[in-house]
C-alpha cells in the first residue's frame, strides 16, 4: 500500500524560511521523478518543484531561486526548502509522483499546511 507522509509545516512570517519533508513507502522511490505541489484556498493545485530519479530539478518560475528540491533515496524521502517565504506561498503542500509518471499520481497524503503571515 502505497503511503506519503508530508510533515514540517507551519506559521512562518514573511521572509522566514521551513523544511517540508515527505516519506513514501509502498513504492520503489528511486527510480519515481518527486514533485511538491500545493493548493491554496479556492484554488487549484499546482506543481511547485520535481526532482528526477538522477537529481535533475524543475521549478515554478513563482518559486525559482527561493525553493529547493531534494531527495534522499535511502530513506525514501523528499525534501523542499523553502526560504524568503511569501503570503502567497500560504497553501496545504503536498508530494506525489511527477506529472506523467507510469502509473500516473499514487494516493494523496494529507498534506502539510504552511501559513506565512506577519
Known amino acids: 500500500q502505497v503511503q506519503l507522509v508530508e510533515s514540517g509545516g507551519g506559521l512562518v512570517q514573511p521572509g522566514g524560511s521551513l523544511r517540508l519533508s515527505c516519506a513514501a513507502s509502498?513504492?520503489?522511490?528511486?527510480?519515481?521523478?518527486m514533485g511538491w505541489y500545493r493548493q491554496a484556498p479556492g484554488k487549484q493545485r499546482e506543481l511547485v518543484a520535481v526532482i528526477f530519479s538522477g537529481g535533475v530539478t524543475n521549478y515554478a518560475d513563482s518559486v525559482k531561486g527561493r525553493f529547493t528540491i531534494s531527495r534522499d533515496n535511502a530513506k525514501n524521502t523528499v525534501y523542499l526548502q523553502m526560504n524568503s517565504l511569501k503570503p502567497e506561498d500560504t497553501a496545504v503542500y503536498y508530494c506525489?509522483?511527477?506529472?506523467?509518471?507510469?502509473?500516473?499520481?499514487?494516493?494523496w497524503g494529507q498534506g502539510t499546511q504552511v501559513t506565512v503571515s506577519s
Open positions: 509502498g513504492i520503489i522511490f528511486r527510480i519515481y521523478a
Open positions: 506525489n509522483v511527477a506529472p506523467g509518471s507510469t502509473g500516473g499520481y499514487v494516493s
